[in-house]
């Protein structure tokens, strides 16, 4: 074979690839269009568990499970905060709230208070939402160790820990519904993201660990890996067609559940999804790395110049 033929080979290779990966993403986005929306929560439990739950995704999902006639636990570490949203949900779906108060940086000791508060509980949805970034793309080694801490325990551990206790009386029921929030950073090179993007990459082999466990016993295990959402944690201030509010973003992520066991959620997403997947991953690592550098620049100069003020 002649270095043209085998060229052209690869080159047919590489089309019929590329015409594949395209079918089976307009196949999933008409899968879930024409198949989503169809769950009846409320037939799993009538209390839904959401971590996280005070700002951006997690209060929306908190919202829209509530408007699906739930009773929704709230959980995050400022009291305050949760006091005020649950206040509005009461108020705004007159269904009934539980706020637990943690701070999910802490150890294994902080378990014990929320099974507790937890136990008796009609339990049909929990969304381990609850996550820890860093406030700007930084080297690894000059982030914090207590920062390092924070992200493995909030993202890792708070997903780990509450799957552990709630799991066992969804299966008495055999139905029960785990909704993780993983990221994108976790499904694509992410350098300048400390431990973040690796601690998401855990979610996602965590949930399809679950999925492989647990599918044939009546539970229902989906796992988000949303890109850019604008969201205070974000610092995305303006919807857009790639960063959508929360609201757009977790309606269209609950009328996934049941259809999609893996999702970006959003269609945009799922677009930009699949265009990055195109990309080899030197290139993508380089787009990233030239974007985080800048990000980066630009939040060291903004301390600086606080500090001068």
Known sequence: MSLMQATCFIGTLYSCYLSFTLIK????VLKTMLLGGSIEFRRYGSWAVVTGCTDGIGKEYARQLAAKGLNIVLMSRTKEKLEAVAVE?????????????????????IYDAVLKELDGLDIGVLVN????????????????????????????????????????SMLERKKGIIINVS???????????????????????????????????GLI??????????????????????TPFPETYVASVLGKVGVAKECFGYWPHELQAFI???LPEWLQVKIVMNVSKRLRARALKKREAKKDS
């Not at 920062?147 to 552990?164: E, F, G, H, K």
């Not at 499904?187 to 993007?197: D, E, I, S, V, W």
Request: with cysteine; net charge neutral; charged share 20%.
């Open 276 to 278: 990055t997947m195109l």
């Open 89 to 109: 949900i009461e108020k705004d779906y007159n269904v009934e709230t539980k706020i637990i108060q943690v701070d999910f940086s802490g150890g294994h000791e």
């Open 25 to 28: 993403f307009v196949l999933s």
């Open 183 to 217: 990221s994108a950073s976790g499904q694509f090179p992410m350098p300048l993201t400390g431990a973040y993007g690796a601690t998401k990459s855990f979610v996602d082999r965590f949930s399809k660990n679950l999925h492989n466990e647990y599918n044939d016993k």
């Open 221 to 242: 295990i989906q796992n988000v890996f949303p890109f850019v959402v604008a969201t205070k944690m974000s610092g995305v201030k303006r919807e857009s067609l790639l």
């Open 129 to 168: 939402n609850v996550g820890a970034s860093v406030s700007f793309p930084e080297y690894f080694h000059d982030i914090s160790v207590e920062v390092i801490w924070r992200q493995v325990n909030v993202n890792v551990m708070s997903c780990a820990m509450l799957t552990r206790m709630i799991i066992p």
